[in-house]
């Protein structure tokens, strides 16, 4: 199973700030990444599918990249709505086996 | 518009078995594969296993294979997700959730873009 390990466990910024956060695989996933963005008491939010693609009404702020091991998510200019828990996804083999990250908690410095 | 219905929360006893419903509307149901995945309380995600509702075939991940079952009754655009022999490790919230299209699933992170509302089940004795 492929373990996806993100980093730093919890970022403390302030508004209008850049956001760097990683996630990193045991093995290669080539681009198959996705970005989570996860709020108090409501359900996840698809911010970016396959590394680098923005999901439909995802603001031009939020940004992906990477493809083997290493993946960043960033955020150019933080915005008071963007301070929740993201989590990183990736898809390996045929049929399907899918994880998530652990999460990283982003939080008003 | 694009609806995932669940059922509502439960509460079982250990060793018994739940079997949570996902019904979709506002898009063709057989065209698109769906996701379930838990998480329990004040925990992340943690991803459940697939299905595909035109074929009826399944994907479980490693932890839950033998344990958990997916089914759907294309009939009325429904998905199902049994879990037996709970345990109280399984109280958490279960969603259903829509993935990419079935000939985009395995080309691409099979990523997931609708959810629903998310059934709370708890294992308690």
């Known amino acids: 199973e492929i373990v996806l390990t993100q980093s730093p466990a919890t970022l403390s910024l302030s508004p209008g700030e850049r956001a760097t956060l990683s996630c990193r695989a045991s093995q290669s996933v080539s681009s198959y990444v996705a970005w989570y963005q996860q709020k108090p008491g409501q359900a996840p939010r698809l911010l970016i599918y396959?590394?680098?693609n923005r999901a439909t009404g995802i603001p031009a702020r939020f940004s992906g990249s990477g493809s083997g091991t290493d993946f960043t998510l960033t955020i150019s200019s933080l915005e008071p709505e963007d301070f929740a828990v993201y989590y990183c996804q990736q898809r390996d083999n045929w049929p399907p086996q899918i994880t998530f990250g652990q999460g990283t908690r982003l939080e008003i410095k | 518009q694009v609806q995932l219905v669940q059922s509502g929360a439960e509460v079982k006893k250990p060793g018994a078995s739940v079997k949570v419903s996902c019904k979709a509307s506002g898009y063709t149901f057989t065209s698109y594969y769906m996701h379930w995945v838990r998480q329990a309380p004040g925990q992340g995600l943690e991803w459940m296993g697939i299905?595909?509702?035109?074929?009826?075939?399944?994907s479980y991940a490693q932890k839950f294979q033998g344990r958990v079952t997916m089914t759907r009754d294309t009939s009325t655009s429904t998905v199902y997700m049994e879990v037996s022999s709970l345990r109280s490790e399984d109280t958490a919230v279960y969603y259903c959730?829509?993935?990419?299209?079935?000939?985009?699933?395995?080309?691409?992170?099979?990523?997931?873009?609708?959810w629903g509302q998310g059934t709370l089940v708890t294992v308690s004795s």
């Open positions: 299905i595909n509702p035109r074929a009826g075939t399944t």
């Open positions: 959730a829509r993935g990419p299209p079935d000939y985009y699933c395995s080309s691409t992170s099979c990523y997931i873009d609708y």
């Open positions: 396959d590394a680098s």
